[in-house]
């Protein structure tokens, strides 16, 4: 079936990088952008960048300009981001996710994968 | 980017009754909208896209309606599955943009 599923959960020290995948199964990997979107513990959802697996472009949110890349192997259906110099307010859930049959919504998401970021 | 001001931010409201969630955008979007449902510990599922369609499998108790500025997500009759928390979603400005939720509580 057509799924998303991410890598599990991370604890990182302040400064140091994280990187998260998402792997998609059951439709055309380079055919949909994926979308990437962060939730802090009990707070609403933040939209952070999107990549076309096809050609690798990119777009990111204005506050994460500098800090996050996103990237894919195409060979294993496979988005990564990744975040550097994380602090402690990057502290979250991250989830991939992707809009198949629509224009306008997210239709897929991932499992999520929870960042923590402590000294 | 485009602010959208979801109302109220939490609501207590019993198994059966009729429950409507407000999202105000800051600009006009046309019908570009999209509604979530989100329960804890667990991604967010789409409900509607383009403010008014329903997505497959989701019960016809929800619906959507509105354009431009302002958009509703309506629930018809509350059950007991529905309590959770309620997002809209922009995509006709980029960056798409969040409401900042509305949990629905059970009273």
């Known amino acids: 079936q057509v799924q998303l599923v991410q890598s599990g959960a991370e604890v990182k020290k302040p400064g140091a990088s994280v990187k998260v995948s998402c792997k998609a199964s059951?439709?055309?990997?380079?055919?949909?952008?994926i979308n990437w979107v962060r939730q802090a513990t009990g707070q609403g959802l933040e939209w952070m960048g999107w990549?076309?697996?096809?050609?690798?472009?990119?777009g990111y949110a204005q506050k994460f300009q500098g800090r996050v890349t996103m990237t894919r192997n195409t060979s294993i259906s496979t988005a990564y981001m990744e975040l550097s110099s994380l602090r402690s307010e990057d502290t979250a859930v991250y989830y991939c996710?992707?809009?198949?049959?629509?224009?306008?919504?997210?239709?897929?998401w991932g499992q999520g994968t929870m960042v923590t970021v402590s000294s | 980017a485009i602010q959208l001001t979801q109302s109220p931010s939490s609501l207590s409201a019993s198994v059966g009754d009729r429950v409507t969630i407000t999202c105000r955008a800051s600009q006009g979007i046309s019908s570009a909208l999209a509604w979530y449902q989100q329960k804890p510990g667990k991604a967010p599922k789409l409900l509607i896209y383009d403010a008014s369609s329903l997505e497959s499998g989701v019960p016809s108790r929800f619906s959507g309606s509105g354009s431009g500025t302002d958009f509703t997500l309506t629930i018809s009759s509350l059950q007991p599955e529905d309590f959770a928390t309620y997002y809209c979603?922009?995509?006709?400005?980029?960056?798409?943009?969040f409401g900042q939720g509305t949990k629905l509580e059970i009273k």
């Open positions: 979603q922009q995509f006709n400005n980029y960056p798409p943009t």
């Open positions: 059951g439709y055309t990997f380079t055919s949909y952008d």
């Open positions: 996710a992707s809009s198949l049959a629509y224009e306008n919504a997210f239709d897929i």
């Open positions: 990549m076309n697996p096809n050609s690798g472009n990119t």
